[in-house]
């Protein structure tokens, strides 16, 4: 049975939190540069989960308001960023598709490592909706760069015990229906250059707060003993480094 994508990480928010890549300075300064985004900015981070990304940019004096239908990551969210930026963040009950936001009343919106979870079309067309004249649409992933060899050790364990190349293999190119749409202009793709430094329990957090990462006690523990032997393998001074590729995708609203 399908499960539904605004229940996936239910049950996660504490671990996500904790165990998920950041994203670099200078793909936020890229972001920031490109949406012109100052304080009196108001930017959608839609699907922020635990507001990883809502973070960045609140940090950096933009008005964010979060759109979340998980209850748990809502939560979580507001709990983080008011330790950083205290009553920057506003946290709606919304989706990609219904956001519950005004007609042109964002200057930018943000989806990161989220839009690959919606409905893009319906998606996109309600992006249109609520961004004010010119505003523009971002959609970040971070990617596994597994041309690092820890990092392809990572893939080979999940690749032994679960589908996620399956499942991660629309990721990358997830952000062309922005690139293609009759609501938007000015598509551009950029990289750059991310990683996550672990120690050997963030690296088992980091696996589990997966969505695709084994629920069943003997499918679990057989992966905790290959990330276990990867890291013996790799580590330095006791920690290891994923590395990543940040996908970013920006299109400006016609």
């Given amino acids: 049975m399908q499960v539904d994508s605004t229940k996936r990480f239910s049950g996660l928010a504490d671990m996500y939190a904790k165990a998920r890549p950041t994203y670099p300075d200078a793909a936020i300064d890229y972001i920031m540069d490109i ?33 979340e239908p998980n209850a748990d ?3 979580k969210a507001s709990e983080l960023i008011d330790k950083v930026a205290p009553g920057s963040l506003k946290l709606v009950d919304g989706t990609a598709e219904n956001t519950t936001l005004s007609d042109c009343s964002v200057d930018a919106i ?18 249109h909706r609520i961004l004010k004249p010119e505003g523009w649409t971002v959609l970040v992933w971070n990617e596994r760069d597994e041309g690092d060899a820890f990092t ?30 009759e609501h938007f202009t000015k598509g551009e793709l950029t990289h750059f250059e991310n ?11 980091r696996a589990f707060s997966a969505s695709y990462a084994p629920k069943e006690a003997g499918l679990a523990n ?3 003993d290959m990330l276990n032997a990867a890291f013996e393998r790799f580590q330095k001074n006791g920690e290891v ?11 400006c609203k016609k």
């Fill in 110 to 127: 943000l989806c990161a490592q989220a839009f690959h979870w919606f409905k893009p079309e319906l998606a996109l067309r309600e992006f």
């Fill in 73 to 75: 990551m809502r939560s």
């Fill in 152 to 181: 392809r050790a990572y893939g080979d364990a999940f690749r032994k015990l679960t589908e996620i190349d399956k499942i991660e293999a629309t990721h990358a190119t997830s952000g062309i229906p922005l690139l293609t749409s």
């Fill in 195 to 205: 990683e996550q430094v672990l120690d050997r329990e963030a690296l088992i957090l």
């Fill in 222 to 224: 057989r992966l905790k």
């Fill in 35 to 67: 949406c012109k985004l100052t304080s009196s900015s108001q930017l959608a981070d839609v699907g922020c989960g635990t507001g990883i990304s809502s973070q960045l940019f609140a940090g950096r004096g933009v008005n964010v308001t979060g759109v």
């Fill in 241 to 251: 480094k994923l590395k990543y590729s940040v996908a970013v995708y920006s299109a």
